[in-house]
């Protein structure tokens, strides 16, 4: 239990920025592309299942459709379960859930069977492993934690281009029962990531014996976390706007890559050649994503992520609105290299820009939320342009529906922070310089101090518990301090008056009270 409290609650340990953080990563990485690549690295097995069970390919395609429902959709479940238990636990049993349910599937008799075990039941354990990874590299990278999501979110490129071949060869070689066995074995590697995952050690208790706030803080700072999900996070205005514009996004995202291929054949293409375009899109997201992540980890650029996040979404939008013009097979590979850009941008800053809005400790509850709003989307944007073609016949339509609905979120997401999202004072690191406390200097310290965001007013709560207790320590040294002087003039038998000496030991108490008070400084 000592473990799964520390991973729990690792709010107060500092982010390492490498060590065990680049195994994490690696982690992370493979988890990534188990998520993102295997609902669509199943379809190869499609064919068959229409031969064998004798239904449409509509119905097979139902498996990817629960796969991915069940990797959004379940994020609140997720929430609680880290909340509760910790990631590392969490992340080794959504692999054996993954992993029995491909095994189970390999004996099915029915595609209803299939829908229970390969989609609900790998679907589950996948969740599991997915949102727990994002949380704990969220907890051992800060600095370099753009760079790190960047690396992270290629897993999904990479593993693509390697399970998408390795399904045809399995299917080739053992047929789908054989393969479905084989990837539930692969899928066992979820609990190696798993247990990576080490929770990070939290630093011993500050304790600063103070007579009245800092007891206050020293029980706060004891009480467990009792929030299993935290809804507060709505309360963030930046929050909101941004789940409002992921969830618009999500209907067209990833729209395209789903009729790129169906778009080329009907140009009259080869199948083999209209496959080429999504390895020449996969081979492009593989580089964009971290180059994306190592961009937003700039200075200059950082505290901007979110605009360089309205960018990329505005980026992928055009290019949809583009391509929908397309007429030949050169016009379709110039627009899957521009949406591979634009893609693995939106890939590398999803999440990234979600950390840096709600902070470490409510990014577990955040994303969560996050991720069952968009799973309405991910199950509504597809089919709807699958209907949108059947009425029109006509691929333009289709790529047009999905390019406006993502620049309308990047539109959403850029207007609504420079128009919404207000500055906030909050405490300076000031006190950190060794000046004299006093009365003046404590109004002058909670009067002037740099202008914070709402999306740090999270991230500054541990640095003005910080500069409390450093402001305390200051104030008892001056008190020690008028101790021993009053003590030195009775030995020099200097006659002293007792209400003067009184007086001079009630001052530094006076501003101890006044500091520990949070009045002082409202």
Sequence with gaps: MGGVALDVDAGGVKAPDGGWGWAVLAGCFVITGFSYAFPKAVSV??????????????????????????????????SVLVNRFGCRPVMMVGGLFASLGMIMASFSSSIIHIYLSAGVVTGLGLALN?????????????EKRPL?????????????????????????????????????????????????????????????KDPEGDKDEGAEAKKPRTKLLDFSVFKDRGFVIYAVAASIMVLGL???????????????????????????LGFVDIFARPTCGVIAGLKWVRPRCVYLFSFAMLFNGITDLVGSQARDYTSLMVFCIFFGISYGMVGALQFEVLMEIVGTKKFPSAIGLVLLMEAIAVLVGPPGAGRLLDATKNYMFVFLLAGTEVVLSAVVLATCNFLFIRKKPSVPECTRDK????????????????EMNDEEEDATEEQEKKTKIEVVKELKEQEEKGKEEVEEVRLENVTVDSQEVEKFLKEPQQNSEMTSSPETCL
Excluded at 47 to 73: C, H, N, P, Q
Excluded at 161 to 168: K, Y
Excluded at 198 to 208: G, Q, R
Excluded at 257 to 279: C, H, I, M, Q, R
């Design 148 to 208: 790190a999501n960047g690396l992270s979110a290629a897993g999904s490129p990479v593993a693509l281009c390697c399970l998408s071949p390795l399904g045809q060869v399995l299917q080739y070689h053992y047929g789908w029962r054989g393969g479905f066995l084989i990837l539930g074995g692969i899928l066992l590697n979820c609990c190696v990531c798993g247990a990576l995952m080490k929770p990070l050690v939290a630093p011993k208790t500050l304790k600063v």
């Design 254 to 280: 990833f729209v395209p890559p789903v009729f790129v291929v169906s778009y080329a054949k009907e140009l009259g293409n080869e199948d083999t050649k209209s496959a080429l375009l999504l390895t020449l």
């Design 45 to 78: 097995f499609f064919k068959e299942l229409t031969r064998e069970f004798g239904v449409g390919y509509s119905d097979t395609a139902w498996i990817s459709s629960i796969l991915l429902a069940m990797l959004y959709g379940t994020g609140p479940v997720c």
């Design 435 to 450: 000046i004299p406390v006093t009365d003046d200097t404590m109004t002058h310290v909670c009067k002037e101090h740099p």
């Design 130 to 142: 997915f949102q727990p990874s994002l949380i704990m590299l969220n907890r051992y990278f800060s």
